[in-house]
């Protein structure tokens, strides 16, 4: 497939999208990319709903599109996977009986507790007298959020004690939640392991260390504040055992007929020199550390995907080359809308999540609005230029981690 000038259809958009559009552009035999959403220099954006699977076939026969890569959890969650198959187009992903675990946090849970991965104690609840039983007998602080993977998950919030988490809990009932998930807050360092599988072998992609705290002594835990990348401080001891886990995971899915294809993200706490928790797993790259990942991917990951799906992987591939460089993403929130966001002149680091632009002036939206992402030699000097270009940019209700920019002891 490769030898001949291909076409991408990466389904979904934000950070993700821009970070992997701006990746295989720089391989001479893709000739166009396209996404289902966002804003990029690097593709051509599409006005196709991700959950709309019959006019995105239709989109992909109609431009000869060559590989398809899901990055929408929405969308793999509609099974876009099965549904291209079964219609004769390549697509790198997941079908949703494979991934349909980790698109939601408590059956994520229950499948870590079937194969034996350690994770924080949890419950589920839908009653808010139930939730303040449970939580009377709680050891604080706790996390709570919503069960499903939704919009407000960057509203997820560690609580110190029962009247914060009391709350919160009227907080989410108030927005139309149903489902409530409470778990143990572990105390340590949050890191990622991502692999790439066709569903037998897997290799390890990267390793990213994950800052989820918007402030530096707690408040709202979101999804990403930003990451390094590699994590110096995950050891191989740690790395044997995600190894062991992520082969249970395979294993325990191809025994149940539903084999996974795609990249598994094995989102952990680090409590010890050797010692850690498992506290989610995703079906991809997420926003906060997809660019950082990429800047340091050496090898051609439409080969690799392609193999994958063509089940040549284990054969073909022992390891994915990294260079020796380190990244560092920052990402920036906001809590109001339309407010006009000052020093995005130069777009080279920049990712969009969720942003507005009108005129070339771009404006915020509540939440996670866009990443900055800075590669250098050494992480030191890869915060140092990612501390001088956060001088120039300013919003009103700006809100970012300063301490991703600090000095680290390595």
């Known amino acids: 497939m ?5 076409r991408i259809l990466i389904v979904g958009g934000g950070a993700v999208a ?37 006019g995105l076939l239709m989109f992909a026969l109609k431009n000869e599109i060559s590989l398809t890569i899901p990055i929408s959890e929405k969308t793999l969650g509609a099974d876009i996977v099965s ?8 697509i790198f992903g997941p079908s949703k009986d494979s991934c349909d675990f980790m698109l939601n946090k408590i059956q994520c849970k229950k499948f870590l507790y079937k194969i034996h991965a350690q994770t924080p104690k949890f419950a589920m609840y839908n009653k808010t007298s139930a939730i303040i039983d449970y939580l009377k007998n709680s050891n604080f602080p706790v996390i709570i959020s919503t069960a499903q993977n939704s919009v407000l998950q960057d509203e997820k919030m560690v609580c110190p004690t029962l009247k914060s988490a009391s709350d919160f809990v009227e907080k989410l009932f108030l927005k139309g939640e149903t489902d409530v998930l409470i778990e143990d807050y572990t105390f340590g ?10 569903g037998y072998s897997a290799i390890p992609f990267n390793i990213v260390g994950n ?12 999804d990403g504040a930003g990451c390094y990348c590699p994590d110096y401080k995950v050891n191989s001891t740690v790395m044997t055992r995600i190894d062991k886990i992520v082969s249970d995971i395979l294993t325990n899915l191809d025994n149940s007929g539903h084999s996974y294809t795609g990249i598994i993200g094995v989102e952990c706490v680090l409590t010890g020199e050797n010692n850690f928790v498992v506290t989610e797993i995703k079906p991809f790259l997420r926003n906060h550390d997809a660019r950082a990942i990429l800047n340091l991917c050496q090898d051609d990951l439409i080969k690799i995907f392609t193999s994958c799906i063509n089940g040549f992987f284990s054969d073909e591939y022992e390891k994915i080359k990294t260079n020796d460089y380190s ?24 990712d969009f999540i969720k942003i507005k632009e009108k005129d070339s002036i771009y404006y915020s939206q509540i939440g996670m609005n866009f990443s900055l992402t800075k590669t250098a030699s050494t992480l030191s000097r890869a915060k ?6 956060l001088e120039e940019i300013n919003f009103d209700r700006m809100k970012y981690l300063k301490e991703i920019c600090a000095k680290i002891e390595q």
């Open 2 to 6: 490769v030898n001949e000038k291909i």
């Open 189 to 198: 360092h949050n890191f990622t392991a991502y692999y790439i599988t066709d």
């Open 83 to 90: 549904f291209f198959q079964s219609n004769g187009q390549n």
């Open 384 to 389: 140092k230029y990612l501390s001088e270009e």
């Open 327 to 350: 990244s560092v993403s920052l990402c920036f929130y906001s809590d109001i809308e339309n407010k006009e966001i000052e020093g995005l002149d130069d777009l080279e680091d920049v």
């Open 18 to 54: 821009t970070a992997l559009a701006r990746y295989i552009k720089n391989f001479d035999y893709v000739e166009k990319i396209y996404a289902t959403s966002g804003k990029s220099d690097f593709y051509e954006t599409i006005d196709i709903r991700e959950d709309d699977l019959t």
């Open 211 to 222: 800052y989820k705290f918007l402030g530096k002594d707690g408040g709202i835990y979101t």
